[in-house]
């Protein structure tokens, strides 16, 4: 039984122990990756920012040329109509960039900046409680480990003694009732009482060190949910942004339609439209009688 | 036959002419609309180049928060997985935006540029040589009409001396041969070769003013075909840009599948994934007999 004293300790501190740390370490090394995010994702909200008014002044002269298309006296009315949609259907997507931005700033950037100090406080307390936790229930371990190897040192020497009288028991658990009525009667009432008390220490110990193990193993779990539970607040703060790039998407997939019209309108440059050949007949005509 | 030439004269000016003279117009006037529409475009150039560097820098810590889920010894890898695949196709994304940043320039406002010198210079032209044309052609016709009035001045004289011999003809063509044998031998052979000379006078008049319309017509069908083929130069640099964007927009798409897998993986923040409590089993396992 003494073996299990000595592996807890040791296999204890390189399987759960070591992943709690590995984990804490983690945490503590992920802060400034989560700093630096957060810089970067600022910084690209101020980008897109003036992006969009580049964006605004872009698509107001897009529309002064469609609409000199448009109102122009001469053959250009249905380029232009088709160039009013396009920039229609781009003035949605600015529209969907705008709040694309601002959930940059207000969905993601701002919420986990505000989580960052109360990830680092919780890491370090994670691991205060655990270590004194661990401290702890290790120091009255210890204790009782010096106790029952007390208690199996006279155990011991009390079954060496009945060795004396029967070699072939030696060895064998005491407490066994198979060694016969005259092995029996050599151990005497206060000698019984003594092998209790050591095997009742021993059971004990192994009970406390049960409850480490439990004790690590909830440590470990609430480190990985801390950790899980940061990359799953990453996600919710993701997704609303993500779900304003699908918008985006969204709108700019109705532009296919419109080029394909404009194609139909633009392919041959150097012919007028019939509508325009008929204005010019009737023009003519006018004067032509 | 008088009429005809006034009715040319005003009509001319108020239909295709005026078209014209509209038509160069809307061209000039348009002339300070693409030079703002580039310059706009080529701020949209320098702001997408600059917030194209920003975004590099923003995936790039993404990318290291996504590393960081991976490669921790924890509960995260289904989710760093998830988060890389979101990383790579926002890299497809910026790859996109590269080139359509590429082609804002390259495509549209490099060529465009090129074309605005000619473009003004093609009005100029156009209207130049419209007016040179028109004045050649309208001269020639004032004379003519000159000469084609003297004629029927004589004729007008040759009638009224017919009209003493036969009331009832005046005002009659006086080519008609209606008017029967008697008034024939009133008229002599002079008389009537003045008579064919006002009317082929009048003839060629007519066709010089055919002549006159067919070239204004011209004139007018040139400046509406180099009016609506700068709008198609237009759509055909657009069509590269537009294409770009529609690229972007099919690397989006992608996102949706990844976001539903995103979803599962983080639904429940607080509870970790089987893999994770079987893998504690285990470690708990190590130690447990």
């Not at 469609?66 to 997507?93: E, F, P």
């Not at 005259?182 to 151990?187: C, E, F, G, K, S």
């Not at 985006?248 to 194609?263: C, F, R």
């Amino acid at each position: 039984m003494e073996t299990l004293t000595v592996t807890v300790d040791k296999e204890f501190g390189s399987a759960m122990g070591a992943l709690f740390h590995q984990i804490i370490t983690d945490m503590k090394v992920g802060a400034p990756l989560w700093e630096d995010f957060l810089s970067k994702a600022s910084k690209l909200h101020t980008a897109l920012k003036s992006t969009l008014s580049v964006i605004a002044a872009y698509l107001d002269a897009f529309q002064k040329i469609a609409d000199s298309a448009t109102n122009a006296k001469g053959a250009t009315k249905d380029i232009g109509t088709v160039l009013t949609r396009i920039c229609l259907r781009h003035k949605a997507v600015e529209a969907r960039l705008k709040t694309f931005t601002s959930a940059l700033m207000e969905c993601l950037v701002l919420p986990l900046h505000d989580k960052l100090e109360e990830w680092k406080k919780m890491v370090v307390n994670l691991d205060k409680e655990h270590s004194k936790e661990y401290k702890k229930v290790r120091a009255d371990i210890k204790k009782r480990t010096a106790e029952a190897q007390r208690w199996q040192k006279k155990a011991k020497k009390i079954r060496s003694g009945m060795a004396g009288g029967n070699a072939g028991m030696m060895g064998q658990n005491p407490n066994g009732n198979a060694s016969g009525g005259a092995n029996d009667r050599q151990l005497n009432a206060a000698n019984q009482e003594l092998l209790r008390a050591a095997d009742a220490a021993q059971i004990d110990l192994n009970s406390r060190l049960a409850l480490l193990q439990e004790t690590e193993k909830q440590a470990l779990k609430s480190a990985l949910v801390e950790e899980r539970s940061r990359y799953c607040l990453f996600v919710a703060c993701l997704k609303p942004v993500m779900s304003e790039e699908m918008s985006m998407m969204a709108e700019l997939s109705h532009l296919e339609e419109i080029i394909t019209q404009l194609d139909k309108h633009t392919a041959d440059p150097f012919s007028l439209p019939s509508s325009t050949e008929q204005m010019i007949s009737e023009l003519k005509g006018t004067t032509d009688h």
